[in-house]
Antibody, heavy 124, light 107 residues
Framework: EVQLVESGGGVVQPGGSLRLSCEAS????????MHWVRQAPGKGLEWVSL????????YYADSVKGRFTISRDNSKNSLHLQMNSLRPEDSALYYC?????????????????WGQGALVIVSS | IQLTQSPATLSASVGDRVTITCRAS??????LAWYQQKPGKAPKLLIY???NLESGVPSTFGGSGSGTEFTLTINSLQPDDFATYYC??????????FGQGTTLEIK
């Protein structure tokens, strides 16, 4: 069974930094691109960032570009999100999520496994 | 590309058939997925590539559409189906976006 477990959330002041981690188990981690998706309290889902299977390619939502950095360590089955220059509007539950591949192993553009989330609160 | 879901809230009864619509501002071919989210839980993938049922998802769920208009249909609503549903698209520039969500509540 695939499991994704996030950690590193907390309360931080505006302008501060935080590093989230996601530990993966039950899968061949380096077979998949990985994502961060966030959800502000009572709001909808917002895709944040993607990292390719080998870490060579990364993409970011415009709302976090230049402030957040996604990385992975395939030797430790771990995914990270370094968040700098945090703003109150970054307050959210941050999920790590795995790329979905269909039964033929083809990329589908969806996310099929999610962690339980790490809560980030940016407040003075 | 913007995704617009309708309705924002839907009231229905157990046993009903319901349809949720997701409209894209541009043609996204079939790069659309549907998720179910219950309070305090992570989203769950239901449908990928517009009409493909994810493994383990009941066959009462179905997806259709292509281009700019997509639908999620739930046949014979069960008590466990009352939740919030999101559509999500992917494009070849590795951009992902979600609809604003549809809350399905018990009438």
């Amino acid at each position: 069974e695939v499991q994704l477990v996030e950690s590193g959330g907390g309360v931080v002041q505006p302008g501060g930094s935080l590093r989230l981690s996601c530990e993966a188990s039950g899968l061949t981690f380096d077979d998949y691109a990985m994502h961060w998706v966030r959800q502000a309290p009572g709001k909808g889902l917002e895709w944040v960032s993607l990292i390719s299977w080998n870490g060579a390619t990364t993409y970011y939502a415009d709302s976090v570009k230049g402030r957040f950095t996604i990385s992975r360590d395939n030797s430790k089955n771990s995914l990270h999100l370094q968040m700098n220059s945090l703003r109150p509007e970054d307050s959210a539950l941050y999920y790590c999520a795995k790329d979905h591949h269909d039964d033929n192993g083809h990329f589908s553009g969806a996310f099929d496994c999610w962690g339980q989330g790490a809560l980030v609160i940016v407040s003075s | 590309i913007q995704l617009t879901q309708s309705p924002a809230t839907l009231s229905a009864s157990v046993g009903d058939r319901v349809t949720i619509t997701c409209r894209a501002s541009q043609n996204i071919t079939n790069w659309l997925a549907w998720y179910q989210q219950k309070p305090g839980k992570a989203p769950k993938l239901l449908i990928y590539k517009a009409s493909n049922l994810e493994s383990g998802v009941p066959s009462t769920f179905g997806g259709s559409g292509s281009g700019t208009e997509f639908t999620l249909t739930i046949n014979s609503l069960q008590p466990d189906d009352f939740a919030t549903y999101y559509c999500q698209y992917y494009n070849t520039y590795s951009a992902y976006s979600f609809g604003q969500g549809t809350t399905l509540e018990i009438k």
